[in-house]
């Protein structure tokens, strides 16, 4: 059998047997509850059905947990492995964005690791840019999402449209379930690399992430390397620069449900969710933000503060849902996702467009034109 669809049933079998526990611990807790309000003639019985209860439930997340990998067997005697799927292409960024962490950790055949991506597939630096321009704009995804994202609506990307302006486009996939800063690490190794192998000699680089995919950028700067002297441009996409409204939210709701012992399993659940969504809480960029530290503490800002590259030029985009961007259910709402103050906490030049929500910044016609005016603008600095 292929380590993929090995790692694809112990997957599956580990999230089938977890919904069993989470029953079975609910039932629990609610049974311990009716004990203490029982008079204790009828506690044994009680206490036996508690007993009964939880052996029936111990063999059906038995079952639940090992059955999907004997099943996953059928797909091993296939010479296609899961990641070539439709399905699995469609679900690998989504699984990874909400618990990539805990993949890398236990199935790191289903883990996506970082690198360049060409047609849907990891990227020769030596044979597929032959029309390489020493003007790089590198595009960073957001979370659950992969390279593809860029194409939203079956249209050009940005990359695609900015070709006939003298910028090479460059797509990055990553794990978004990761730290971020562990991400930013890693990127910029690829982009030393990437400097190292292009075509033509670099003379600048440009970002654009578009959410989590901003916070990348920053925190790969940070990190620097022999390619951060080119970079020219950063350009954040609805990124959450001082955290993410809806994370937060849940971070309140799973610590209010794991206080109470009958929804104490569900709240373990949310709880459970990757350390990259936990990064967007507060906007984290650094490892030192969560390094030997509680990151589930209620409402903890732990984030240190990231200076901005003095060389590089910054720009952002925010959006509201409401056309009207003064609008004060827009300003509360911002793009469903982040609102405007996260969105446009950075140093620069920015754009607000309005009746636009979170997805619909990864290609939308007024934000195509203002990346043309910036990036090359950027690399008209040094032309």
Not at 4 to 16: C, K, M, Q, V
Not at 148 to 153: E, P
Not at 168 to 197: C, E, I, K, M, Y
Not at 237 to 264: C, F, N, S, Y
């Amino acid at each position: 059998m292929s380590e993929e669809w090995t790692a694809a049933g112990g997957l599956a079998g580990r999230a089938l047997g977890g919904v069993v526990r989470i029953v079975g611990d609910t039932h629990q807790a609610i049974s311990k509850r009716v004990d203490t309000a029982l008079p204790p003639v009828a506690k044994p019985y009680n206490r036996v059905q508690a007993a009964s209860a939880e052996a029936a439930y111990s063999l059906v997340e038995s079952v639940h947990r090992h059955t999907p990998r004997a099943l996953a067997g059928l797909g091993g005697l296939t010479s296609v492995e899961p990641s070539q799927t439709r399905v699995g292409r469609a679900l690998q960024p989504v699984v990874n964005g909400f618990h990539g962490d805990l993949i890398a950790e236990e199935h790191p055949q289903l883990s996506i690791p970082m690198s360049l991506r060409v047609d849907g597939r990891d990227a020769d630096v030596a044979t597929d840019f032959p029309s390489a321009t020493a003007h790089i704009v590198v595009f960073l995804h957001g979370l659950a999402e992969d390279e593809r994202a860029w194409r939203l609506g079956g249209r050009e990307s940005y990359g695609e449209r900015l070709r006939d302006k003298g910028l090479t486009p460059v797509f990055v996939r990553f794990n978004t379930g990761l730290h971020v800063s562990d991400n930013g690490r890693q990127l910029s190794g690829l982009l030393d690399d990437l400097v190292a192998r292009w075509p033509v000699p670099v003379e600048t680089i440009s970002l654009v992430g578009h959410s989590m995919g901003g916070l990348v950028a920053r925190s790969a700067c940070h990190v620097g390397g022999t390619w951060t002297s080119l970079v020219r441009c950063v350009v954040t996409l609805g990124t959450p620069h001082q955290g993410a409204p809806l994370e937060k939210a849940v971070h309140v709701m799973d610590w209010v449900m794991r206080k109470i012992p009958e929804i104490e399993p569900i709240g373990r659940i949310l709880a459970n969710r990757s350390v990259g969504i936990k990064d967007l809480r507060f906007g984290s960029l650094v490892e030192e933000d969560w390094r030997g530290r509680d990151i589930d503490a209620f409402l903890e800002d732990r984030c240190a503060e990231v200076p901005f590259l003095p060389h590089v030029t910054y720009f952002w985009v925010a959006a509201t849902l409401t056309r009207d961007t003064q609008h004060p259910f827009g300003r509360l709402m911002g793009d469903g996702m982040v609102r405007y103050p996260s969105a446009s906490a950075v140093t620069g030049e920015g754009l607000c467009i309005g009746g636009v929500n979170h997805l619909d910044l990864l290609n939308d016609d007024a934000v195509a034109e203002a990346l043309s005016e910036w990036l090359t603008s950027g690399a008209s600095q040094v032309t």
